[in-house]
């Protein structure tokens, strides 16, 4: 299936979990991130990713991985965002990431057919789309975490 900017008609069969009450089988919607310093902006694209199917599943960066693909801790333990990603209501499942290289593999465990991700990643997920379905959201505007840590830190 080619990569897509938007969810489209044609998005294949499902390959999700157990079928829903009118016999289809649902359709599994696959996303990840750090969530650090939770935003508008995460809760923005997660809302959107989960509008694309009918149970939401979530990869949180372990804090390990946070570290070595950015190069400081998380604000946030792993499982503080964990927990916190948990508690919203169009969250269906959550689980850490412990590695970008596992990406298909996760796919495959949680049977996902769409991968939703920011227009940030556009492009680097693409080869997965023998998989599911790629969808590239644009980010919010001027929401950052990064930016939001070091506002925070610099008027602290």
């Not at 946070?66 to 969250?91: H, M, T, W, Y």
């Not at 412990?98 to 949680?110: G, T, W």
Request: net charge negative; hydrophobic share 40%.
């Amino acid at each position: 299936m080619p990569a897509a900017d938007t969810a489209g008609p044609d998005a294949g069969p499902a390959t999700g979990p157990a079928t829903g009450p009118d016999g289809a089988s649902p359709r599994t919607v696959i996303t990840f991130g750090t969530f650090d310093v939770l935003h508008v902006g995460h809760i923005r694209i997660l809302k959107r990713a989960a509008e694309l199917g009918d149970r939401l599943v979530v990869g949180v960066s372990a804090d390990a991985l946070n570290e070595s693909k950015k190069g400081r801790a998380p604000v946030f333990s792993q499982d503080e965002r964990v927990e916190i990603i948990s508690s919203l209501k169009f969250v269906d499942e959550v689980f850490v990431e412990e590695s970008l290289e596992l990406k298909r593999d996760y796919i495959v465990e949680h049977r996902a057919d769409v991968l939703a991700m920011g227009d940030d990643w556009k492009g680097r997920f693409d080869f997965v789309s023998d998989l599911c379905e790629v969808v590239y959201f644009p980010r919010t505007p001027s929401v950052s975490t990064t930016e939001l840590i070091e506002h925070i830190a610099n008027t602290a």
